[in-house]
């Protein structure tokens, strides 16, 4: 009896490749994301890196440790670790889940932004300025993260928006996503999944993920008269790219 053999076909299950950016259950709290590419987290005023701010400097980027308060501006802001999701199983057993909590109150129509930045680049000694670590996020193709918008003393006015942002070394202008479905005021986490390809900037946006200095998290009040006071949470976790 003659047996033949021939080439065998496999399908092979595809390996979903995930990346945790900060998860938020580490000892590192809100000094030291789980990935550790990344800097301490930090909140304050948002500004639009497109528009010059007085004196040439961009208020919104202050590098200070977390929880800095930007003096002299239209917000304050404070961070700090809270309970999280927990409808998303721990990142091993026995973890405690936690996020991170940004308090924050403002005056309209400023906006707030929670942000972890690249850590700064070793330049071996050399004379020049050290630089921003650059992170090549090319090789995924959405960010999601878990989510949590609550008032704070006063009500989230009608229109209020969560944008997230990728501020690059290739471009001048980042990365901005605003088409986040989340409801002001809703009691319960909801997953946000925000694929690259709906990021504006169309044309700049894979060198652009080639070269990630920084994801920011912006709180946008929605219609309030100007100099209307607004306070709330932003309560973030599971932040991932896929």
């Known amino acids: 009896m003659a047996l033949l053999l021939g080439p065998s076909c496999y399908s092979l299950p595809k390996v979903e490749v995930i990346r945790v950016i900060d998860d938020f ?12 590419v990344f800097g301490p987290w930090t909140c304050g005023l948002h500004v639009d890196q497109s528009q010059p701010s007085e ?17 002299g501006q239209a917000v304050t802001c404070s961070l700090e670790i809270g309970a999280g999701d927990n409808t998303d199983p721990p990142p091993f057993p026995g973890a405690i ?27 071996a000694g050399g004379d020049a300025l050290p630089s921003s670590t650059k992170v090549n996020f090319t090789g995924f193709s959405q960010l999601l993260f ?3 918008l609550l008032p704070g003393t006063t009500s989230l006015p009608i229109g209020t928006e969560l944008q997230v942002e990728l501020h690059c070394a290739a ?9 986040i479905t989340l409801t002001p005021g809703a009691q319960t986490w909801k997953t946000i999944s925000l694929p690259f390809t709906a990021f504006t900037a169309a044309a700049q ?20 008269p100007a100099g209307s006071n607004v306070t709330g949470t932003l309560h973030l976790d599971n932040i991932r790219l896929e």
């Not at 932004?113 to 690249?118: A, K």
């Open 25 to 36: 259950a580490e000892d590192g709290g809100l000094t030291q994301p789980t990935w550790n």
């Open 97 to 123: 889940t936690q996020a991170l909590v940004a308090n924050f109150d403002l005056s309209t129509p400023s906006s707030v932004e929670v942000v972890t930045r690249t850590k700064t680049a070793s330049n």
């Open 146 to 148: 878990n989510a949590l």
């Open 205 to 224: 946006r894979e060198s652009c993920l080639a070269t990630v200095e920084s994801l920011s998290f912006v709180v946008v009040p929605g219609s309030a």
């Open 55 to 71: 004196g040439g400097q961009d208020a919104g980027q202050d590098g200070g440790a977390a929880g800095d308060v930007d003096a």
């Open 171 to 179: 471009t001048p202008d980042p990365l901005v996503d605003q088409d």
